[in-house]
């Protein structure tokens, strides 16, 4: 969608102040910590962009409260499974030679969104240093959620994930659904029983870039979806929804999710496997 059709379905104007009001109304206020992911587009027009929508996340948390997004990258991972787009055969080699090693303040998010993307050019903003499935973090606690990110734990309980899951935080999808939501593999991550995959990545070690290999647990957001719509149907005092600019908001507790997402995919794996 261009900007002038983003201005053309805006019917009324829109700021960092009517989107704080907007907060209020969803019940975010001073102090509480929560987890991001937006879709800027489905916002309609917003003087100031994913400036505006930044800038007014910070106010209303303030630094008492901490805000928390995914930094993920992609790009800096195991070539031959790239998909979109898939590179020739041949480029796999030389791309594990070449990939820049990850630097938490200079390697770029990929597919996190506009919003996400002017989070981590704030010089307040810490990054986790995993070199593909970082997060990052701003306020109270965002030196202390983002200290530890094993390479071998992206998403379990010795990640960023596992070192807020006892904390209250709020996961807020602004125009996405549960498929983006990625606090859900800490579910996955849960379970007794999983799949591993092999991973790579560009990395300092030492000083000195090196091409690391490792494993990690194997993740597939396409029923989350589903476990979302079961979880708001089980449990609808967890959840709220309204608007944040133009786009459907919700607002969910996240330990309450994560304990039934992990009960749901145990039941739903089962039942596929009879």
């Known amino acids: 969608m261009s900007e002038f059709d ?14 704080k009001q907007q907060l209020h109304t969803l019940g975010i206020t001073a102090g509480d910590s929560i987890m991001i992911h937006s879709s800027i587009k489905s916002m309609g027009w917003i003087a100031g962009g994913a400036k ?3 800038d007014a996340l910070l106010e209303t948390i303030t630094p008492e409260g ?3 997004m995914a930094a993920q990258s992609a790009e800096n991972s195991e070539p031959s499974y790239w998909m979109m787009p898939p590179v020739p055969g041949d480029w796999h080699e030389p791309i594990r030679q070449h990939m820049p090693a990850y630097d ?12 996400a993307e002017c989070f981590h050019r704030h010089p307040k903003t ?17 030196e202390e959620w983002m200290r530890e990110h094993p390479l ?11 070192s807020f899951f006892n904390e209250n935080v709020k996961i807020v999808l602004i125009g ?28 300092l070690v030492d000083g000195k870039r090196q091409w690391i290999e490792y494993q990690t647990v194997d993740v597939d957001s396409d029923r989350f979806p589903a476990l979302g719509e079961a979880f708001e149907k089980a449990y609808p005092e967890n959840s709220y929804v309204g608007k944040l600019g133009l786009a459907d908001c919700r607002i969910i ?9 992990t009960n749901w995919l145990k039941e739903n794996l089962i039942d596929d496997e009879e």
Request: proline fraction near 5%; hydrophobic fraction near 40%; aromatic fraction near 8%.
């Open 126 to 142: 810490i990054r986790s240093y995993h070199p593909v499935h970082s997060f990052m973090a701003w306020g109270k606690n965002a």
């Open 104 to 115: 938490p303040h200079l390697t770029p998010l990929r597919g996190m969104g506009k919003i």
């Open 152 to 162: 071998e734990d992206s998403f379990g309980m010795g990640s960023p994930l596992g």
């Open 6 to 19: 983003r201005v053309q379905e805006t019917t009324s104007f829109q700021s960092v102040e009517t989107l």
């Open 66 to 68: 901490t805000i928390v």
């Open 52 to 54: 505006a929508v930044v």
């Open 253 to 261: 507790q996240m330990k309450p999710l994560i304990e039934f997402g």
């Open 176 to 203: 996405v659904g549960y498929d983006s939501c990625t606090a859900l593999h800490l579910s996955e991550n849960l379970l007794e029983t999983k799949t591993f995959m092999n991973q790579g990545a560009a990395m």
